[in-house]
């Protein structure tokens, strides 16, 4: 003889239930369940015309909502991609950096680049830890529908200033030099520079 479905009642599920639904499911559950848990706990309402009626159109905006954050994740993703995103670093000799390149350095860089872009450090994601310069590859997750993945750029910072101490060593050393007067002075290893 079949069960009776007095038992049973239709919910629609307002959060993902593991092993029932997920989110906008109608589903059929037992009338305790909805009754002392579900419905009290918010994660279900019951599948009556009001709330079948209030739930189109909550979920209508739902999908407003996240057509929106969708289109906005797009416009950071095309911003991110055209960025050239160097960090400099401390690092030795051999490339290792004092430490690592963390999210949060990274979305400094990013807002140094573009003020106008406000980016979660826990949407970026660093598959292997960055200590040692060089390029690296990053999972920007700005949205479920948008995943971009990055190269940077990490460079020794004490390369760079000694780079920049011996280029100012060379101008200092060169500045103000009269090669003429060498020149005058008959120094035969500077004959090449008074022929035309």
């Known amino acids: 003889m079949p069960r009776s479905n007095k038992s049973k009642a239709k919910v629609i599920l307002m959060h993902n239930l593991a092993k029932k639904g997920k989110f906008g499911d109608f589903i059929e559950v037992k009338k305790g369940f909805a009754k002392n848990f579900l419905i009290p706990n918010g994660i279900a309402i019951p599948a009556i015309k009001d709330n079948i009626q209030k739930f189109e159109a909550l979920k209508n ?5 996240a057509e929106k954050l969708k289109n906005e994740a797009l416009i ?5 991609n055209s960025m050239e995103i160097v960090i400099k670093a401390n690092a030795g000799q051999d490339g290792k950096i004092f430490g690592s390149i963390t999210s ?10 573009d003020s106008s872009i406000n980016i979660d450090k826990n949407k970026i994601f660093i598959n292997i830890p960055i200590k040692y310069t060089g390029d690296h590859s990053i999972q920007f997750n ?11 750029k990490v460079l020794n910072l004490n ?31 500077f004959d090449y520079l008074d022929k035309e």
């Open 104 to 113: 949060k350095n990274i979305v400094e860089e990013i807002n140094l680049l």
């Open 142 to 152: 700005l949205n479920p529908d948008v995943i971009l993945v990055k190269k940077i």
């Open 159 to 189: 390369s760079i200033n000694n780079a920049s101490i011996n280029k100012q060593d060379e101008d200092e050393n060169f500045s103000g030099y009269d090669y003429s007067s060498q020149i005058r002075s008959g120094d035969k290893k």
């Open 76 to 80: 950071v993703s095309d911003k991110i």
């Open 61 to 65: 905006e739902a999908a407003a909502k």
